[in-house]
C-alpha cells in the first residue's frame, strides 16, 4: 500500500533524513521505532506532503506521490495525526469531526454539496466509532488531554482513509489512556480494516499492535521486519533498544 524508498531530506545542511525505506502492506499496523530526534516525524511530513523531500520516491496505492500537496494525498485516502495535538478548540467535538467529513465529500467532487444528513449521519458514525459520542456537544477545550489526543485521530478518521498515520498518539498520556489507544488502534485495523503506520516510544504498546517494525537511526532505516526479527537483532538493540533498556 505504502513504499517508501531511498528517501532523504536535510535542514539547512543537517541530514535528517539520510536513507529512510518502508512498505506497509494492505490491512496492517506498521511501527516506525527510534530514538529522539530520529527522524520519525520528518518522515510522516514528507509522508504526508507537509515538507517536501530532496530526493527518493514514495508510493502509495501504485502511485507516485512524493512532494504531492497534503490536500491531494488526503484525498487519495491518506489522514493522519500530529504529535502535537491540531483540532480546532473552538468549535465542538462534532464540529471538528464534521469539517473533515465535509472537507473529503468537497475533494470527492461527485458529492461536492453532500446532503446534512449524510454529513450529520457520517460524522456520528466516526464519534461512536471512536468512544467521543457523549461529548459531542462538548467544546473541545474542555476535553482531557486523552480526549483531545483521541479526537484528533477522530478527525483523521472522519476523512475515510485507507492509510491512518499517528505520530506519537500516546505522548504525555497515564497508562490507562494509553491503553484506550491501544484498543482504538486494534479496533480501527481488525474492524474498519485500516492500514496504520505509526511511531511510538512506547515498546509494549509497538509490540503489542505492530504487526512489522521498522527502525530509524539517525535518519536511515537499520531494520525493517516482523517484531521477534527486530528485538532480536544486534543492530537495533545496539542502535536503540539498548538505550532504552
Ligand atoms: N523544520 C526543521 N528545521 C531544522 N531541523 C529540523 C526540523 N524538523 C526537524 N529537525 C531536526 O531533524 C531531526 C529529526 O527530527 P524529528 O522531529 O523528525 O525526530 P523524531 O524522531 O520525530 O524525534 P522525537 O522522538 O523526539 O519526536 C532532529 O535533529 C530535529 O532537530
Ligand atoms: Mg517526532
Redesign the pocket.
Known amino acids: 500500500m505504502l513504499q517508501v524508498e531511498r528517501l532523504k531530506k536535510a535542514?539547512?545542511g543537517?541530514q535528517?533524513?539520510s536513507d529512510a525505506n518502508l512498505s506497509v502492506p494492505q490491512g496492517e499496523v506498521v511501527a516506525v521505532i527510534?530514538?529522539?530526534?530520529?527522524?520519525?516525524?520528518?518522515?510522516?511530513?514528507l509522508i504526508s506532503g507537509h515538507?517536501q523531500a530532496d530526493s527518493g520516491h514514495i508510493r502509495f496505492l501504485n502511485e507516485d506521490i512524493t512532494n504531492l500537496a497534503p490536500y491531494k494525498i488526503c484525498h487519495k485516502g491518506m489522514a493522519r495525526s500530529f504529535?502535537l495535538i491540531n483540532i480546532f478548540t473552538s468549535l465542538t467535538v462534532f464540529e471538528n469531526v464534521q469539517t473533515a467529513v465535509i472537507a473529503k465529500h468537497r475533494l470527492d467532487q461527485k458529492f461536492f454539496k453532500p446532503s446534512k444528513r449524510l454529513v450529520v449521519e457520517e460524522t456520528l458514525d466516526v464519534l461512536e466509532s471512536l468512544g467521543l459520542l457523549e461529548y459531542k456537544d462538548r467544546s473541545c477545550s474542555s476535553l482531557s488531554y486523552g480526549d483531545q489526543k483521541v479526537l484528533e485521530i477522530a478527525i483523521a478518521v472522519g476523512s475515510k482513509p485507507t492509510l491512518l498515520l499517528l505520530?506519537?498518539p500516546t505522548a504525555g498520556m497515564s497508562s490507562e489512556e494509553t491503553q484506550r489507544i491501544v484498543n482504538l488502534i486494534k479496533h480501527l485495523s481488525r474492524e474498519k480494516g485500516l492500514s496504520i503506520l505509526i511511531?511510538e516510544?512506547d515498546m509494549d504498546l509497538v509490540f503489542d499492535v505492530a504487526q512489522k517494525i521498522m527502525v530509524?537511526h539517525q535518519?536511515k532505516t537499520i531494520a525493517q521486519g516482523l517484531p521477534q526479527d527486530i528485538r532480536n537483532d544486534k543492530s537495533v538493540q545496539n542502535a536503540y533498544l539498548g538505550e532504552t533498556g
Do not use: C, M, R, V
Open positions: 535542514f539547512d543537517f535528517a533524513i527510534g530514538p529522539n530526534g530520529a527522524g520519525k516525524s520528518t518522515l510522516f511530513n515538507l504529535q505520530d506519537e511511531t516510544h530509524l535518519g
